[in-house]
């Protein structure tokens, strides 16, 4: 079954401090690894995408690695701003004639003054 | 980038009723729409796919004489909660897709918060 899980579930850290969220998956076969910033009441925001060969990409302060030989991945913020305060969700794509999404829990970030 | 709306962005209707929300995609055509429904601090769940001018395909466990969705156009879907009741008080986000292509990418609505009282 194909499954995405994220760590930590929660996070609490102070403006300015950076993080890492991570993301560990099984499934199979793999297309792409997605990541989300989704603002409460909001819906989901895209903020990298990548492939089977790409293995780190940035979006201003949001950089995403991807291993996908250990099939992880994670989401680094640097400098965070008290606007960071979301959930970041982890979303992996089938390589399927579905193109099946499957959507990790989500890590829910929260960054205090 | 890809704009999809949602209208309304928050409903809250008495138990018994229909409520019908709207998906447009803004600036570019969907061959495909899907809909998901997002419980409190869950994440998205699909409900149902749906390509323009044929029925939608439904996730199990999803009735789909209760979620009607109709994707008339290449622009806009929408989907019907028939008989809402409470339980039925959800997050409901849509997403659009223009094509497989290479990151195979949906972009996602702003959501519609489903109140049933």
């Known amino acids: 079954k194909n499954q995405v899980e994220q760590s930590p579930q929660s996070l609490i850290i102070l403006e300015g401090k950076n993080c890492t969220l991570q993301c560990n998956y099984t499934v199979s076969p793999f297309s792409n690894l997605r990541w989300y910033k989704q603002d409460t009441g909001r819906g989901p925001v895209s903020l990298t995408i990548m492939t089977f060969s790409e293995n780190t990409k940035s979006n201003g302060r949001y950089t995403a690695t991807l291993d996908a030989d250990t099939k992880q991945s994670s989401l680094h913020i640097t400098a965070s701003q008290l606007s960071d305060s979301a959930s970041y969700i982890c979303?992996?794509?089938?390589?399927?004639?579905?193109?099946?999404?499957?959507f990790g829990s989500g890590t829910r970030l929260q960054v205090q003054p | 980038g890809a704009v999809v709306s949602q209208h309304p962005s928050w409903v809250i209707c008495k138990s018994g009723t229909s409520v019908k929300i709207e998906c447009r995609s803004l600036?570019?055509?969907?061959?495909?729409m899907f809909w998901y429904r997002q419980f409190p601090k869950q994440s998205l769940m699909l409900m149902a796919t749906?390509?323009?001018?044929?029925?939608?395909?439904?996730e199990q466990g999803v009735e789909k004489d209760k979620f009607l969705i109709n994707h008339a156009s290449l622009t806009l879907s929408t989907l019907t909660v028939t008989s809402a009741h409470p339980e039925d008080s959800s997050f409901y986000i849509c997403?659009?897709?223009?094509?497989?292509?290479?990151?195979?990418?949906?972009?996602f609505g702003p959501g519609t918060r489903l109140t049933v009282l």
């Open positions: 997403s659009a897709r223009m094509g497989l292509g290479t990151y195979n990418e949906q972009f």
């Open positions: 979303v992996v794509s089938a390589n399927t004639g579905r193109r099946a999404l499957t």
């Open positions: 600036d570019f055509q969907a061959t495909t």
């Open positions: 749906s390509n323009e001018g044929s029925k939608a395909t439904y």
